[in-house]
Protein backbone atom coordinates (compact mmCIF):
# COMPACT_ATOMS: atom_id res chain seq x y z
CA UNK A 1 0.00 0.00 0.00
CA UNK A 2 2.40 2.64 1.13
CA UNK A 3 4.73 2.12 -1.53
CA UNK A 4 2.12 1.74 -4.27
CA UNK A 5 1.06 5.15 -3.19
CA UNK A 6 4.41 6.46 -2.99
CA UNK A 7 5.61 4.84 -6.53
CA UNK A 8 1.71 6.93 -8.11
CA UNK A 9 2.74 10.03 -6.55
CA UNK A 10 6.30 10.18 -7.93
CA UNK A 11 5.28 9.39 -11.78
CA UNK A 12 3.32 12.12 -11.13
CA UNK A 13 6.28 14.61 -10.18
CA UNK A 14 8.30 12.93 -13.16
CA UNK A 15 4.93 13.68 -15.50
CA UNK A 16 2.35 16.06 -14.43
CA UNK A 17 0.16 15.29 -17.65
CA UNK A 18 -0.68 11.75 -15.75
CA UNK A 19 -2.71 13.58 -13.13
CA UNK A 20 -6.23 12.33 -12.91
CA UNK A 21 -9.03 13.61 -10.99
CA UNK A 22 -10.66 11.72 -8.51
CA UNK A 23 -7.85 9.46 -7.56
CA UNK A 24 -7.30 11.13 -4.44
CA UNK A 25 -10.34 8.92 -3.30
CA UNK A 26 -7.70 5.98 -3.46
CA UNK A 27 -5.13 7.17 -1.46
CA UNK A 28 -5.36 5.14 2.19
CA UNK A 29 -2.38 7.37 3.65
CA UNK A 30 -4.17 10.98 4.51
CA UNK A 31 -0.45 13.01 3.88
CA UNK A 32 -0.72 10.79 0.53
CA UNK A 33 -3.81 12.37 -0.45
CA UNK A 34 -3.18 15.89 0.42
CA UNK A 35 0.17 15.51 -1.71
CA UNK A 36 -1.90 14.45 -4.80
CA UNK A 37 -5.00 17.28 -4.09
CA UNK A 38 -2.34 20.24 -4.38
CA UNK A 39 -1.25 18.36 -7.43
CA UNK A 40 -4.45 18.73 -8.63
CA UNK A 41 -4.42 22.29 -7.41
CA UNK A 42 -1.41 23.21 -9.10
CA UNK A 43 -1.89 21.22 -12.74
CA UNK A 44 1.73 22.18 -13.77
CA UNK A 45 4.77 22.42 -10.96
CA UNK A 46 7.90 21.22 -9.86
CA UNK A 47 8.83 19.51 -6.61
CA UNK A 48 10.03 23.11 -5.17
CA UNK A 49 6.83 24.70 -5.88
CA UNK A 50 4.39 21.12 -4.62
CA UNK A 51 6.90 21.13 -1.04
CA UNK A 52 6.32 25.11 -0.60
CA UNK A 53 2.49 24.72 -1.30
CA UNK A 54 2.84 21.80 1.51
CA UNK A 55 3.75 24.46 4.03
CA UNK A 56 1.51 23.71 7.41
CA UNK A 57 -0.48 20.51 5.69
CA UNK A 58 2.24 18.19 6.20
CA UNK A 59 5.37 17.63 8.43
CA UNK A 60 8.22 18.74 7.05
CA UNK A 61 7.74 19.02 2.82
CA UNK A 62 10.56 19.35 1.53
CA UNK A 63 12.33 16.53 3.35
CA UNK A 64 9.33 13.93 2.65
CA UNK A 65 8.65 15.24 -1.50
CA UNK A 66 12.37 14.94 -1.74
CA UNK A 67 12.31 11.60 -0.53
CA UNK A 68 9.66 11.05 -2.76
CA UNK A 69 12.29 11.43 -5.36
CA UNK A 70 13.76 8.37 -5.10
CA UNK A 71 11.06 6.25 -6.83
CA UNK A 72 11.65 7.52 -9.71
CA UNK A 73 14.53 5.51 -10.07
CA UNK A 74 11.92 2.62 -9.70
CA UNK A 75 10.66 3.62 -13.17
CA UNK A 76 11.53 3.80 -16.87
CA UNK A 77 10.14 7.24 -18.62
CA UNK A 78 9.79 4.81 -21.68
CA UNK A 79 6.72 2.92 -19.49
CA UNK A 80 5.99 5.84 -16.97
CA UNK A 81 2.35 6.08 -18.35
CA UNK A 82 1.88 2.12 -18.16
CA UNK A 83 3.20 1.79 -14.48
CA UNK A 84 1.36 4.76 -13.60
CA UNK A 85 -1.92 2.60 -14.48
CA UNK A 86 -0.71 -0.27 -12.61
CA UNK A 87 -0.42 1.55 -9.73
CA UNK A 88 -3.91 3.25 -10.08
CA UNK A 89 -5.48 -0.74 -10.25
CA UNK A 90 -3.83 -1.71 -8.02
CA UNK A 91 -5.39 0.77 -6.02
CA UNK A 92 -8.53 0.19 -7.17
CA UNK A 93 -8.05 -3.84 -6.36
CA UNK A 94 -6.94 -2.57 -2.61
CA UNK A 95 -9.61 -0.59 -1.89
CA UNK A 96 -12.21 -3.12 -3.19
CA UNK A 97 -10.64 -6.07 -0.73
CA UNK A 98 -10.79 -3.20 2.01
CA UNK A 99 -14.18 -2.45 1.51
CA UNK A 100 -15.35 -6.27 1.20
CA UNK A 101 -13.06 -7.34 4.41
CA UNK A 102 -15.35 -4.29 6.45
CA UNK A 103 -18.64 -5.88 5.34
CA UNK A 104 -17.35 -9.71 5.60
CA UNK A 105 -16.11 -8.47 9.59
CA UNK A 106 -19.99 -7.06 10.29
CA UNK A 107 -21.46 -10.10 8.98
CA UNK A 108 -18.84 -11.99 11.22
CA UNK A 109 -19.36 -10.42 14.84
CA UNK A 110 -22.85 -10.26 14.26
CA UNK A 111 -24.74 -12.56 16.73
CA UNK A 112 -26.92 -13.49 13.80
CA UNK A 113 -24.10 -15.01 11.55
CA UNK A 114 -25.27 -15.22 7.79
CA UNK A 115 -23.25 -17.18 5.60
CA UNK A 116 -25.99 -15.88 2.68
CA UNK A 117 -25.16 -12.58 2.97
CA UNK A 118 -21.83 -13.31 3.12
CA UNK A 119 -22.28 -14.95 0.34
CA UNK A 120 -23.85 -12.18 -1.32
CA UNK A 121 -21.36 -9.51 -0.15
CA UNK A 122 -18.93 -11.78 -1.85
CA UNK A 123 -20.36 -11.89 -5.70
CA UNK A 124 -21.14 -8.45 -5.47
CA UNK A 125 -17.98 -7.39 -5.78
CA UNK A 126 -16.48 -6.83 -9.62
CA UNK A 127 -12.69 -6.12 -10.16
CA UNK A 128 -11.39 -4.77 -13.12
CA UNK A 129 -7.85 -5.58 -14.65
CA UNK A 130 -6.58 -4.67 -18.41
CA UNK A 131 -6.24 -9.05 -19.08
CA UNK A 132 -10.03 -9.29 -19.57
CA UNK A 133 -10.44 -11.50 -16.20
CA UNK A 134 -14.36 -11.96 -15.24
CA UNK A 135 -13.36 -10.34 -11.99
CA UNK A 136 -15.60 -12.31 -9.64
CA UNK A 137 -14.01 -13.47 -6.49
CA UNK A 138 -14.57 -17.25 -6.35
CA UNK A 139 -13.47 -18.95 -2.55
CA UNK A 140 -12.69 -22.00 -3.93
CA UNK A 141 -10.66 -21.17 -6.03
CA UNK A 142 -9.13 -18.78 -3.78
CA UNK A 143 -8.60 -22.16 -1.25
CA UNK A 144 -6.82 -24.09 -4.18
CA UNK A 145 -4.65 -21.26 -4.55
CA UNK A 146 -3.76 -20.66 -1.39
CA UNK A 147 -3.08 -24.79 -0.78
CA UNK A 148 -1.41 -25.25 -4.39
CA UNK A 149 -1.56 -28.68 -4.65
CA UNK A 150 1.71 -29.20 -6.80
CA UNK A 151 3.30 -28.13 -3.08
CA UNK A 152 5.81 -25.96 -4.25
CA UNK A 153 8.52 -25.61 -1.28
CA UNK A 154 12.26 -24.46 -0.41
CA UNK A 155 12.59 -27.78 1.04
CA UNK A 156 14.13 -26.47 4.15
CA UNK A 157 11.85 -27.16 7.21
CA UNK A 158 11.50 -24.08 9.29
CA UNK A 159 11.17 -21.91 6.09
CA UNK A 160 8.89 -24.27 4.30
CA UNK A 161 6.60 -23.90 8.14
CA UNK A 162 6.58 -20.28 8.01
CA UNK A 163 5.56 -20.06 4.52
CA UNK A 164 3.90 -22.38 3.36
CA UNK A 165 3.42 -23.31 -0.04
CA UNK A 166 4.77 -21.05 -2.66
CA UNK A 167 2.68 -19.93 -5.11
CA UNK A 168 2.47 -19.51 -8.93
CA UNK A 169 2.92 -15.60 -9.51
CA UNK A 170 5.60 -14.82 -6.59
CA UNK A 171 9.14 -13.60 -6.40
CA UNK A 172 11.72 -15.72 -4.17
CA UNK A 173 14.91 -13.65 -3.83
CA UNK A 174 17.95 -15.53 -2.36
CA UNK A 175 21.07 -13.01 -1.54
CA UNK A 176 24.64 -13.76 -1.02
CA UNK A 177 28.18 -12.74 -1.65
CA UNK A 178 30.25 -14.49 -4.15
CA UNK A 179 31.29 -18.07 -3.24
CA UNK A 180 29.03 -18.65 -0.57
CA UNK A 181 26.74 -21.13 -2.09
CA UNK A 182 23.81 -18.77 -3.75
CA UNK A 183 23.87 -21.94 -6.79
CA UNK A 184 24.22 -24.87 -4.71
CA UNK A 185 21.03 -23.98 -2.38
CA UNK A 186 19.07 -23.26 -5.75
CA UNK A 187 20.02 -26.18 -7.14
CA UNK A 188 18.93 -27.73 -3.74
CA UNK A 189 15.80 -25.93 -4.11
CA UNK A 190 15.03 -27.17 -7.95
CA UNK A 191 16.46 -31.02 -6.49
CA UNK A 192 13.38 -31.51 -4.42
CA UNK A 193 11.02 -29.29 -6.64
CA UNK A 194 11.70 -31.51 -9.58
CA UNK A 195 11.18 -35.02 -7.50
CA UNK A 196 7.59 -33.71 -5.95
CA UNK A 197 6.16 -32.04 -8.57
CA UNK A 198 5.50 -32.49 -12.28
CA UNK A 199 5.67 -29.07 -13.36
CA UNK A 200 8.19 -27.98 -16.08
CA UNK A 201 10.64 -26.05 -14.63
CA UNK A 202 13.54 -23.39 -16.11
CA UNK A 203 17.50 -23.23 -15.02
CA UNK A 204 18.71 -19.73 -16.29
CA UNK A 205 22.47 -20.71 -15.34
CA UNK A 206 23.78 -16.96 -17.00
CA UNK A 207 26.84 -17.70 -15.20
CA UNK A 208 27.85 -21.22 -15.36
CA UNK A 209 28.51 -23.25 -18.35
CA UNK A 210 25.71 -25.94 -19.26
CA UNK A 211 28.13 -28.38 -18.03
CA UNK A 212 29.34 -27.53 -14.48
CA UNK A 213 25.63 -27.27 -13.64
CA UNK A 214 24.85 -30.65 -15.44
CA UNK A 215 27.80 -32.43 -12.77
CA UNK A 216 26.33 -30.25 -9.36
CA UNK A 217 22.79 -32.00 -10.13
CA UNK A 218 24.71 -34.98 -10.61
CA UNK A 219 26.73 -34.42 -6.94
CA UNK A 220 23.30 -33.36 -5.75
CA UNK A 221 21.15 -36.24 -6.92
CA UNK A 222 23.48 -39.14 -6.29
CA UNK A 223 25.44 -38.17 -3.43
CA UNK A 224 28.85 -38.23 -5.02
CA UNK A 225 31.92 -36.40 -4.88
CA UNK A 226 32.81 -34.10 -8.23
CA UNK A 227 35.43 -36.73 -9.12
CA UNK A 228 33.33 -39.83 -8.03
CA UNK A 229 30.74 -38.15 -11.21
CA UNK A 230 33.39 -37.82 -13.69
CA UNK A 231 34.72 -41.17 -13.07
CA UNK A 232 31.15 -42.72 -13.47
CA UNK A 233 30.99 -40.81 -16.91
CA UNK A 234 34.49 -42.26 -17.84
CA UNK A 235 33.21 -45.62 -17.47
CA UNK A 236 30.00 -44.83 -19.58
CA UNK A 237 27.51 -45.72 -16.52
CA UNK A 238 23.93 -45.96 -18.49
CA UNK A 239 22.11 -46.92 -15.94
CA UNK A 240 23.11 -43.90 -13.75
CA UNK A 241 22.54 -41.56 -16.86
CA UNK A 242 19.05 -43.16 -17.47
CA UNK A 243 17.59 -42.72 -14.38
CA UNK A 244 18.67 -39.30 -13.93
CA UNK A 245 17.32 -37.98 -17.27
CA UNK A 246 14.12 -40.06 -16.17
CA UNK A 247 14.24 -37.87 -12.75
CA UNK A 248 15.19 -34.23 -14.49
CA UNK A 249 12.79 -35.06 -18.02
CA UNK A 250 10.43 -31.70 -16.91
CA UNK A 251 13.59 -29.53 -16.92
CA UNK A 252 15.44 -27.70 -19.31
CA UNK A 253 18.84 -25.33 -18.54
CA UNK A 254 19.55 -22.61 -20.64
CA UNK A 255 23.34 -20.91 -20.05
CA UNK A 256 23.11 -18.01 -22.08
CA UNK A 257 23.07 -14.19 -21.29
CA UNK A 258 19.02 -13.50 -21.45
CA UNK A 259 16.66 -10.64 -21.57
CA UNK A 260 13.48 -10.39 -19.18
CA UNK A 261 11.57 -10.71 -22.53
CA UNK A 262 14.23 -13.45 -23.84
CA UNK A 263 12.64 -15.49 -20.57
CA UNK A 264 9.55 -14.80 -21.17
CA UNK A 265 9.78 -16.53 -24.66
CA UNK A 266 10.81 -19.59 -23.02
CA UNK A 267 8.36 -19.77 -20.22
CA UNK A 268 5.78 -19.12 -23.36
CA UNK A 269 7.32 -21.70 -25.46
CA UNK A 270 8.17 -24.72 -22.83
CA UNK A 271 5.30 -23.76 -20.63
CA UNK A 272 7.06 -23.08 -17.42
CA UNK A 273 5.55 -23.61 -14.18
CA UNK A 274 8.56 -22.68 -11.77
CA UNK A 275 11.97 -20.62 -13.05
CA UNK A 276 15.63 -20.54 -11.52
CA UNK A 277 17.25 -17.35 -12.46
CA UNK A 278 21.20 -17.49 -11.55
CA UNK A 279 21.75 -14.81 -11.03
CA UNK A 280 20.06 -10.95 -11.60
CA UNK A 281 23.32 -9.19 -12.21
CA UNK A 282 23.83 -11.24 -15.57
CA UNK A 283 20.58 -10.40 -16.88
CA UNK A 284 20.33 -8.02 -20.46
CA UNK A 285 19.35 -5.15 -20.17
CA UNK A 286 19.29 -1.43 -21.80
CA UNK A 287 21.55 1.49 -20.46
CA UNK A 288 20.61 3.22 -17.70
CA UNK A 289 21.38 5.88 -15.78
CA UNK A 290 22.76 3.97 -13.06
CA UNK A 291 23.15 0.72 -11.71
CA UNK A 292 20.92 1.35 -9.06
CA UNK A 293 18.14 2.69 -11.79
CA UNK A 294 19.13 -0.61 -13.83
CA UNK A 295 18.71 -3.15 -11.01
CA UNK A 296 15.44 -1.58 -10.48
CA UNK A 297 13.89 -1.66 -13.50
CA UNK A 298 14.90 -5.51 -14.01
CA UNK A 299 13.64 -6.41 -10.22
CA UNK A 300 10.00 -4.67 -11.41
CA UNK A 301 9.98 -6.34 -14.83
CA UNK A 302 10.28 -10.08 -13.31
CA UNK A 303 7.80 -9.35 -10.95
CA UNK A 304 5.65 -8.22 -13.26
CA UNK A 305 6.59 -11.26 -15.50
CA UNK A 306 5.37 -13.78 -12.60
CA UNK A 307 2.62 -12.31 -12.50
CA UNK A 308 1.54 -12.08 -15.59
CA UNK A 309 2.79 -15.40 -16.88
CA UNK A 310 1.57 -17.16 -13.36
CA UNK A 311 4.78 -18.15 -12.57
CA UNK A 312 7.17 -19.12 -9.52
CA UNK A 313 10.65 -16.93 -10.22
CA UNK A 314 13.81 -18.22 -7.76
CA UNK A 315 16.00 -14.95 -8.31
CA UNK A 316 19.52 -15.11 -6.99
CA UNK A 317 21.10 -11.65 -6.51
CA UNK A 318 24.93 -10.12 -4.84
CA UNK A 319 25.36 -8.40 -2.12
CA UNK A 320 26.91 -5.21 -1.63
CA UNK A 321 30.45 -4.71 -0.19
CA UNK A 322 28.63 -3.63 3.12
CA UNK A 323 28.14 -7.36 3.67
CA UNK A 324 31.92 -8.04 3.76
CA UNK A 325 33.21 -11.35 2.61
CA UNK A 326 30.22 -13.09 3.14
CA UNK A 327 31.28 -14.63 6.56
CA UNK A 328 28.84 -11.80 8.53
CA UNK A 329 24.86 -12.39 8.70
CA UNK A 330 22.93 -10.48 5.88
CA UNK A 331 20.96 -8.01 6.29
CA UNK A 332 17.87 -6.31 4.00
CA UNK A 333 19.95 -3.30 3.11
CA UNK A 334 22.74 -5.14 1.76
CA UNK A 335 21.00 -5.77 -1.99
CA UNK A 336 23.19 -4.13 -4.25
CA UNK A 337 22.36 -1.11 -5.96
CA UNK A 338 18.50 -1.15 -5.28
CA UNK A 339 16.51 -0.66 -2.11
CA UNK A 340 13.39 -1.58 -4.30
CA UNK A 341 14.72 -5.19 -4.61
CA UNK A 342 13.21 -6.03 -0.56
CA UNK A 343 9.73 -3.61 -1.70
CA UNK A 344 8.60 -6.21 -4.51
CA UNK A 345 10.32 -9.38 -3.33
CA UNK A 346 7.49 -11.72 -1.90
CA UNK A 347 10.08 -13.35 0.19
CA UNK A 348 13.65 -12.68 0.51
CA UNK A 349 16.75 -15.36 1.84
CA UNK A 350 20.24 -14.08 2.99
CA UNK A 351 23.05 -16.19 3.42
CA UNK A 352 26.56 -16.58 4.90
CA UNK A 353 29.21 -18.83 5.63
CA UNK A 354 31.33 -17.67 9.03
CA UNK A 355 34.09 -19.97 7.94
CA UNK A 356 35.34 -18.26 4.60
CA UNK A 357 37.01 -15.54 7.30
CA UNK A 358 38.91 -18.01 9.04
CA UNK A 359 42.30 -19.60 7.78
CA UNK A 360 41.84 -22.82 9.73
CA UNK A 361 38.11 -23.27 10.39
CA UNK A 362 37.10 -23.82 13.72
CA UNK A 363 34.80 -26.73 14.51
CA UNK A 364 31.90 -24.53 14.97
CA UNK A 365 31.77 -22.95 11.79
CA UNK A 366 33.37 -25.82 9.45
CA UNK A 367 30.59 -26.51 6.79
CA UNK A 368 28.58 -24.42 8.41
CA UNK A 369 25.80 -22.33 6.16
CA UNK A 370 23.09 -19.68 7.77
CA UNK A 371 19.99 -18.62 6.11
CA UNK A 372 18.04 -16.40 7.49
CA UNK A 373 14.33 -15.37 6.03
CA UNK A 374 14.43 -11.94 5.89
CA UNK A 375 10.98 -10.61 4.67
CA UNK A 376 8.21 -13.09 4.57
CA UNK A 377 5.23 -11.41 3.39
CA UNK A 378 3.25 -13.87 5.28
CA UNK A 379 4.61 -13.39 8.88
CA UNK A 380 7.40 -14.57 10.75
CA UNK A 381 11.20 -14.52 9.51
CA UNK A 382 14.08 -16.93 10.97
CA UNK A 383 17.45 -17.82 10.80
CA UNK A 384 18.38 -21.34 10.38
CA UNK A 385 21.60 -23.40 10.34
CA UNK A 386 22.35 -25.58 8.09
CA UNK A 387 25.17 -28.33 6.80
CA UNK A 388 27.01 -27.45 4.08
CA UNK A 389 27.83 -30.81 2.46
CA UNK A 390 30.98 -29.73 0.03
CA UNK A 391 31.66 -33.12 -1.25
CA UNK A 392 28.09 -33.57 -2.81
CA UNK A 393 26.79 -29.83 -2.43
CA UNK A 394 24.13 -31.35 -0.21
CA UNK A 395 22.36 -28.50 2.10
CA UNK A 396 20.54 -29.77 4.63
CA UNK A 397 19.13 -27.52 7.65
CA UNK A 398 19.97 -28.51 11.42
CA UNK A 399 17.17 -29.31 13.62
CA UNK A 400 17.35 -27.75 16.95
CA UNK A 401 15.96 -29.42 20.11
CA UNK A 402 13.26 -27.53 21.71
Known amino acids: MTYTEKALLSCFIMDNSLLEAGVENLFEIGMHKEIYKEMIKLKKFEMVDLAENMRGKIELPYVFIANLLDY ?3 WSYRYLREDSKHCINKLIEDKKKRNILIKLNKHIKSPLFDWDGIKDEINSVEQTDDNEEDGKINILNMMEEKELKSGHKTSYSTFDRL ?43 LEMPHSSVLERMFQLNFDKSKDEINSEFINNNKSLIDLFEKDYQNLKL ?28 LIKS ?4 SPYERTSNLITDL ?55 EQYPSEDSKNKLFMELLKNKRGETRRIECYFNKKSGRIREILKKN
Open 303 to 357: KKLAKEENILIFLAHQLSRQAEDGSVPVKLHHARDSGVVEELSDFLIGIWRPEIA
Open 72 to 74: RTH
Open 163 to 205: IGNLRLGELFLLMGRTGTGKTWIFLNILNYNILKTKDAIGFFS
Open 254 to 281: FHRIYSVEDIKVKIRNFGFKIIFIDFLG
Open 286 to 289: EKFN
